[in-house]
């Protein structure tokens, strides 16, 4: 049972390059989550989405773009990363109210 | 707004010592807390999810007890083992999301 993955697991980018982190759960969960994690800030939420077909923005959404494809996957795309987006990435699903991780993409913008 | 405090930030413990953290949080009005362990470079691993009629929930060497007309929980971790050397982060839900703790980074020393 492989729960939720992320690929992928590392990523150097330079500023202003597109690229998007994949997210795909196998557990059959309605929600699905991003979350970046940084140094001193804990966790943030970037997306959300509640079911299949619907995302909507967390705390932190400006810079990044979601798609929730089917229920199975939900990709998040930087369109043009910066400095600022260096962090790593989370994906999580949820069911009755529990969250389960993926291990997490690590990024670096130069 | 939901605030989620943990305290202490970290905690160096001999083996076999029993492990107190503590997670506050400032709306009780809350249906459930979750507990999580994160090992560096990790992703996080659900420990306990406690629902917000039960006053504890048990897992093994771990039990976590929800108080919410304090707004408080702690996760109790009996006998500890170096293995048990993790952050361990609460979360509680805060409207669509999980509001996280900062984390308790925990060392057992052998």
């Known amino acids: 049972n492989a729960g939720v993955t992320q690929t992928p697991k590392f990523q150097v980018l330079k500023t202003g390059q597109s690229m998007t982190l994949q997210c795909a759960q196998d557990?059959?969960?309605?929600?699905m989550y991003w979350y970046r994690q940084d140094p001193g800030m804990g966790l943030r939420l970037i997306y959300y989405s509640a079911s299949e077909g619907t995302t909507d923005k967390g705390e932190v959404p400006n810079g990044y773009n979601v798609s929730r494809l089917n229920k199975r996957e939900f990709s998040l795309r930087l369109e043009s990363a910066a400095p600022s987006q260096t962090s790593v990435y989370f994906c999580?699903?949820?069911?009755?109210?529990?969250?389960?991780f993926g291990e997490g993409s690590r990024l670096t913008v130069l | 707004k939901q605030e989620v405090t943990q305290i202490p930030a970290a905690l160096s413990v001999p083996e076999g010592e029993n492990l107190v953290l503590n997670c506050s949080f400032t709306?009780?009005?809350?249906?459930?807390l979750q507990w999580f362990r994160q090992d560096p470079g990790k992703g996080l691993t659900s420990l306990l999810l406690?629902?917000?009629?039960?006053r504890e929930q048990t897992s093994g060497r771990l039990n976590a007890s929800l108080d919410k007309s304090s707004g408080r929980s702690t996760l109790y971790i009996a006998a500890s083992q170096p293995g048990d050397s993790a952050t361990y982060l609460c979360?509680?839900?805060?409207?669509?999301?999980?509001?996280f703790g900062a984390g308790t980074t925990v060392t057992v020393r052998a």
């Open positions: 406690i629902q917000s009629s039960q």
């Open positions: 999580a699903s949820a069911f009755a109210g529990e969250l389960f």
């Open positions: 557990m059959n969960h309605n929600s």
């Open positions: 709306d009780s009005a809350i249906y459930n």
């Open positions: 979360a509680v839900p805060n409207d669509y999301k999980l509001s």
